[in-house]
């Protein structure tokens, strides 16, 4: 079956800028997670959704990242007044529930921020 | 708070040749531990996981880790490694019934040389 997806696949911006990124996570996973992976170092968790809600916002690292998954599937990460340290590959991940159970990777969205 | 050291940022072998790769993680509870493949310009696939029983945990592709508690490692070791190996891998941990996110270690990146 088709895998996580992520929409764009790159993407340049301005500093200043806002910007969305997509996951379209595998159908029937409840659980969803974002990562931030900078060059030459392992991802860094952000955001996990059980269902629609955010149970755990914690890796955010301030104010201008916000995330939403309103119908429980697809999600968004939302990202005001891009500054040049945003720039990294933005990974998105699910799994049929959490904990223990495997979390499937998208491909990411590589974001450079000008 | 979980961490996760991987001991080599770059490991290159010969094709044919076994390798090991490092991976020591430091927790206070207990932890389920992964490892994770990048193939270039890929999503991070699975490799292995451990989450109890036999401490020596096969995976895909002929990759096998074996977990040590005493010594807080779970080093990821093949016998005979292919051209199609090279990629970077990542070791990660998850908290048992606290935090779903995964701690990835920095990865150690992977060579295979003909």
């Known amino acids: 079956g088709a895998g996580v997806s992520q929409t764009p696949s790159n993407k340049v911006t301005e500093k200043g800028k806002y910007v969305e990124l997509r996951c379209d996570p595998i159908s029937g996973h409840t659980a969803l997670y974002w990562y931030r992976q900078s060059l030459g170092q392992g991802p860094e968790f952000l955001i996990y959704?059980?269902?629609?809600?955010?149970?755990?916002d914690s890796g955010l690292p301030n104010d201008r990242f916000f995330a939403v998954r309103p119908e429980g599937s697809v999600s968004t990460l939302k990202i005001q007044r891009t500054e040049r340290g945003d720039s990294a590959v933005y990974l998105c991940?699910?799994?049929?529930?959490?904990?223990?159970?495997?979390?499937?990777f998208g491909p990411g969205t590589r974001l450079l921020v000008l | 708070a979980q961490s996760v050291t991987q001991l080599d940022s770059q490991v290159p072998v010969f094709e044919e040749a076994p390798v090991e790769l490092r991976c020591n993680y430091s927790?206070?509870?207990?932890?389920?531990l992964f490892w994770y493949v990048q193939y270039p310009n890929q999503g991070l696939q699975l490799l292995l996981k451990y989450l109890s029983g036999s401490t020596l945990v096969k995976g895909i592709n002929g990759f096998e880790a074996e977990f040590n508690k005493s010594q807080t490692s779970f080093h990821l070791r093949k016998p005979s490694v292919h051209i199609s190996d090279t990629a970077e891998y990542f070791c990660?941990?998850?908290?048992?019934?606290?935090?779903?996110?995964?701690?990835f270690g920095k990865g150690t990146k992977l060579t295979v040389n003909p």
């Open positions: 959704f059980q269902g629609t809600g955010a149970a755990d």
């Open positions: 991940a699910s799994s049929f529930l959490a904990g223990q159970e495997t979390q499937y």
């Open positions: 990660a941990v998850i908290s048992q019934g606290g935090s779903e996110k995964l701690v």
């Open positions: 927790s206070s509870v207990s932890v389920y």
